[in-house]
């Protein structure tokens, strides 16, 4: 039914940037708010931030100031832009939508942060 496809991660060093990209498919996102997640090794998967269908953003504190949700100009993009990087932050970073989220879960992107 839907399906959500996630890409950009990579290997980086404390202190860089990377850029996360996400699309969804299979229904109109547009109402819906989009969300990221991140679920290091060994631990539950956590809300990183999200946007609204009105473009308000709310981020987790470990992460605000330092990471950037946007909507893409293509329906049913969202992009997460994450700067000041840090070891905390490595993970496999997921997307999904709404709340509760879609269980049609990714299979994510994996971000490492090398100290």
């Known amino acids: 039914q839907v399906h959500f496809v996630e890409s950009g991660g990579g290997l980086v060093q404390f202190g860089g940037s990377l850029r996360l990209s996400c699309t969804a498919s299979g229904i109109d996102f547009s109402i819906y708010s989009l969300k990221w997640f991140r679920q290091a090794p060994g631990k539950q998967r956590e809300l990183v931030g999200a946007i609204s269908s009105s473009a308000a953003t709310e981020y987790a504190d470990s992460v605000k100031g330092r990471f950037t949700i946007s909507r893409g100009s293509a329906k049913g993009t969202v992009t997460l832009q994450m700067d000041r990087l840090k070891p905390e932050d490595t993970a496999v970073y997921y997307c999904?939508?709404?709340?509760?989220?879609?269980?049609?879960w990714g299979q994510g992107t994996q971000v490492i942060v090398s100290s």
């Open positions: 999904n939508a709404g709340n509760p989220p879609f269980p049609d």
